[in-house]
């Protein structure tokens, strides 16, 4: 028999632990050769990348979203919070450029990975108004490592 416990979750996250619990189940049900933990990794939180994700975003990405990426992720030890100007002036793209990437970026985000969250944060500053974009340290290393691969590949 199923044991319960009862575990403390937000209000305004309660539909993503039920969307979270249904995906397992259809993911082992729809693939029986599959043990939990494949449909557990399946099953991802919406609100974490990791390297499987991570690498089929940047794969899938345009030229010039992978430039804006390169300038976030910085080594793979992410950057200073940077605004649009600084990524325009860091990747050689016009200022509506990098805004016009980023639009349906966001949407392939949401749509195509089913992520909440992209793989960086975005801040506003009080002072200037202005949106700065941000890339952490273990997105910016799987980000800058897949770049790397595909760079080599691409040199053959």
Known sequence: MTEFVNVPVPADRV????EFLAKT???AFNNPDWDEEQAKSYARP?????EELVGRMVQESSEKMRSILRSLAADGV????QSVDDIA??????RA????TLGPFDKRVKGRYGMKVMPFDSVSDAEDGRRYLTMPED?????WAKLEELESKKAR
Do not use: H, I, N, S
């Not at 992410?78 to 919070?81: F, K, S, V």
């Not at 997105?139 to 980000?143: D, I, R």
């Open 139 to 143: 997105v910016a290393q799987m980000v």
């Open 46 to 50: 919406p609100y974490q990348w990791d």
């Open 89 to 94: 002036k860091l990747t050689g793209l016009e």
């Open 25 to 27: 189940k259809r993911a």
């Open 15 to 18: 539909q993503d632990v039920y």
């Open 78 to 81: 992410g950057r200073d919070p």
């Open 97 to 100: 450029q990098v805004v016009a």
